[in-house]
């Protein structure tokens, strides 16, 4: 938030931990107390908590706003930036008078130190807590969301949970992915410290390819070569090595058959195959693994 701290009228912390560190990169602006910033009336409150923090928040806020007399013709807005929290969560806000929205930024920040520079070009979902994409509380979601720097979008209150389970594949699930990466690649002897390094350049340019070519283009490996046989050696070393992987790799397996099935390159028999190989439990039996190939 170092873009928009010019405008910043105060922040508010729990403890004096969190003073300090908001303070490392906001400023001197802590107050000691929702309620000696409310009355400054700033024109945003930006509830940055956990989420099953939101409802107590809001209710402490929304209790004050009703004792504080409001400007009529402006009242505050009072926004929160989860992703997967619908927009009433801030209606004790709503009730006190105020003008209620959600701003989300598709975007991870594991450092708030981080956060400044991301949201250039990220884009922001607005959902106001009334009305539609008109709403005043939408238009200055975008309005905040562009002196940020990012690319704000009107996202309804009832697609946010399908879409922060989107955000979470993307995002998180990728983590987990390339953990377990991490985790088969130093069994299969690369070294624990260098695994990571070593297959950095892999994940980079398959994020690349995705982004130059999309989902569908960048799929390479064995599925998209229909070749069952390959399949079949991953299920028998994965069994035999790290038999806790598997219900992941046949999961994925088989929501990556939608890919080829959009590709159109293989036909129905093989995509069919492939299907039984990863649906089957238990262990694989028949034909031997073959050595392996370079993906
Ligand atoms: N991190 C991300 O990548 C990301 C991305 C998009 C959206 N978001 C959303 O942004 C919001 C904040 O996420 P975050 O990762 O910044 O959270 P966080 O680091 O876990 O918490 C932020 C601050 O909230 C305060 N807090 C903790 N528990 C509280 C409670 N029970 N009541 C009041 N304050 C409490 C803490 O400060 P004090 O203890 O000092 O008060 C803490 O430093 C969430 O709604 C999250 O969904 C996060």
Same mark, same amino acid.
Not at 9 to 35: D, N
């Given at each position: ?13 729990? =403890?004096?931990?969190?003073? $300090?560190? $908001? ?23 930006? /509830? ?14 929304? &209790? ?18 989860? &992703? $997967?929290?619908?927009? %009433? ?7 006190? #008078?105020?003008? %209620? ?18 949201? +250039? &070009? ?18 200055? #979601?975008?309005? /905040?969301?562009? =002196?940020? &720097? ?11 949970? /399908?879409?922060?389970?989107?955000? %979470? ?13 991490? +985790? ?20 980079? =340019? ?23 046989? =390959? ?19 046949? $999961?994925l397996g088989l929501a990556t058959l939608d890919i080829l099935r959009l590709r159109g390159e293989l036909d129905e028999k093989t995509i ?17 693994? +073959? ?5």
């Amino acid at each position: 938030m170092t873009r928009a701290s010019a405008l910043l009228v105060g922040f508010v912390t729990r =403890t004096a931990s969190g003073r $300090a560190r $908001a303070q490392a990169i906001l400023g001197p602006h802590g107050y000691p107390s929702l309620a000696s910033l409310v009355r400054l009336r700033p024109r945003l409150y930006l /509830l940055t908590v956990p989420d099953q923090a939101l409802r107590e928040v809001a209710e402490e806020l929304g &209790g004050l706003l009703g004792d504080v007399p409001q400007e009529e013709a402006s009242p505050p807005f009072v926004a929160h930036t989860s &992703g $997967a929290t619908s927009v %009433t969560v801030l209606a004790p806000c709503e009730e006190a #008078g105020a003008q %209620t929205l959600v701003l989300h930024p598709l975007q991870t920040f594991p450092d708030p130190r981080m956060g400044a520079d991301r949201f +250039r &070009g990220v884009a922001m979902a607005v959902t106001p807590g009334s009305d539609g994409p008109d709403s005043p509380a939408a238009r200055f #979601g975008f309005d /905040l969301a562009r =002196t940020l &720097g990012a690319r704000p979008f009107f996202l309804p209150d009832d697609k946010r949970t /399908l879409y922060h389970a989107a955000a %979470t594949l993307a995002c998180n699930y990728f983590v987990t992915i390339e953990h377990e990466a991490e +985790r088969l690649f130093h069994q299969a002897g690369l070294p624990q410290d260098e695994a990571l390094e070593m297959f950095l350049p892999l994940v980079k =340019t398959t994020l690349e390819n995705i982004f130059t070519q999309g989902t569908v283009r960048a799929l390479t490996g064995p599925l998209s070569r229909g070749d069952l046989e =390959t399949v079949r050696a991953h299920l028998s070393a994965l069994e035999t090595e790290a038999p806790q992987t598997v219900p992941l790799y046949r $999961a994925l397996g088989l929501a990556t058959l939608d890919i080829l099935r959009l590709r159109g390159e293989l036909d129905e028999k093989t995509i069919s195959a492939l299907a039984e190989l990863l649906g089957a439990s238990g262990p694989q039996r028949g034909k031997q693994p +073959r050595p392996r190939r370079a993906t």
